[in-house]
């Protein structure tokens, strides 16, 4: 066991003081240190066993000062010259420890691509020598998702080329250990560039439905199809383009005189017209929260049917991937809807429950709880608002003297 031991403490040894050697700067000078050191540990030693054999011995009460003496010179010069050999590194280790709070220490940075020259040359309006600079980095950093999406950038804003930055987007697609959030961002990019400068919603549509495909069922593809329901259409572009023209009918002359602004006021939509229209959308996009929502909006306030609102929002707050503050949203809403043009108080506190359900602990909770303490109060100001009817006036209130308002 005890030639174990040893086996054990001397490979222990060799490994701390090879890791030593390999982290040094100078390991020629390290290993210098390392024999002056043993040289020292050796005399030391040996002037112990000395000192030892001539207590054990019987020396005279001289001969033993003498020794003993002789013995703490040695032992005091061995201190000195260990002393000089390690202290520029104990200085050094208890330096490098007091510097770290300052400037952090030894640790290596991790090395990260450089794009602020990119970025000054497309200030100045250099485009193709930003493209360099930006290509040098990436054949660094090949993955970089910043450089790629700053590539697709000039390549669609400053250079007029649009399968140029499609291109570098499919590239940043096909790169490994991509984030999903990322590569959202990039094809919503992809989408904005083929809107506004391709005049193609068909191909802005491709690159939503790409998002679809590649993270479904996460709140990604929930929001990629919000913005698919509400693409600009061809036909939209096209009228666009070429604006239709509007014959103006007769119009009233003295329009500037007329004393109301009912006269003028545009006549409003047929609402169940809207709603044919909302319908035949959501028959499309199912998906649709804004449709569904004004959809909502026209059963209770022109129907008078809460129960097929009820209904929109129970499909809108079912849909998969649903953002918590979109379902928040919604169910405050439903529970307006009830307190507003149904009076029920319980049916809102239903609702309101729901929030606390779903998300205990968050803020949005605490704000349903606090809501659901002033229901009473809500629906009574509601309903104050319905009666709130003015009084008599004076007609003739302006020529009435000061003293006379004041009686």
């Known amino acids: ?79 000195i010259v260990l002393g000089i050999t390690w202290g520029s590194n104990i200085g050094g280790f208890f330096g490098r420890h007091l510097g770290t709070l300052y400037d952090g220490g030894d640790v290596e940075v991790a090395p990260t691509p450089f794009y602020s020259i990119a970025e000054a040359k497309r200030k ?96 990604q593809a929930y929001l990629a199809s919000q913005r698919i329901a509400h693409l600009t259409t061809p036909e939209m572009l096209a009228e666009k383009r070429e604006p239709r023209r509007i014959e103006l009918g007769q119009y009233q002359q003295n329009l500037g005189l007329l004393d109301g602004s009912s006269l003028v006021k545009p006549p409003a939509e047929d609402p169940a017209a809207v709603a044919s229209n909302l319908v035949k959308h959501l028959e499309q996009h199912p998906q649709d929260s804004e449709a569904r929502e004004k959809l909502a909006a026209i059963y209770v306030e022109h129907y008078q049917r809460l129960d097929l609102a009820a209904d929109q929002f129970e499909q809108l707050l079912a849909q998969p991937n649903l953002p918590a503050r979109q379902a928040v949203h919604l169910l405050n809403t439903f529970a307006d809807l009830h307190i507003k043009h149904a009076g029920d108080v319980t049916a809102a506190s239903q609702v309101l429950q729901r929030i606390v359900d779903l ?32 009084g008599s006036y004076e007609q003739n209130i302006g020529l009435k003297t000061r003293s006379g308002l004041t009686d």
């Not at 054999?53 to 703490?72: E, M, N, P, Q, R």
């Open 124 to 219: 100045q309006g250099k485009y193709r020598e930003a493209v360099a600079e930006i290509e040098k980095q990436l054949a660094k950093f090949p993955g970089d998702f910043t450089g790629r999406l700053m590539l697709a950038e000039i390549h669609a804003e400053n250079l007029d080329d649009l399968a140029g930055a499609h291109l570098t987007i499919v590239r940043l697609l096909g790169e490994p250990n991509q984030s999903p959030v990322n590569l959202t961002l990039a094809l919503n990019r992809l989408a904005d560039w083929h809107l506004r400068y391709g005049q193609d919603p068909n191909s802005a549509r491709e690159a939503l439905e790409r998002i679809l495909w590649m993270f479904p069922e996460t709140e």
């Open 1 to 79: 066991m005890d030639i174990l031991g040893l086996v054990v403490c001397a490979g222990l040894v060799g490994w701390v003081l090879y890791r030593w050697l390999k982290k040094s700067d100078e390991p020629a000078r390290l290993i210098s240190k390392w024999v002056i050191t043993a040289v020292m540990v050796v005399i030391t030693w040996r002037i112990a066993a000395s000192k030892m054999a001539a207590s054990a011995g019987g020396l005279d009460y001289a001969t033993a000062f003498v020794v003993a003496i002789t013995c703490a010179i040695s032992c005091a010069i061995c201190g």
């Open 359 to 390: 998300f205990p602990r968050s803020a949005a909770a605490e704000n349903a709880k606090k809501r659901m303490a002033y229901l009473q109060l809500e629906l009574r100001s509601k309903k104050e608002s319905k009666v709130l009817k003015l």
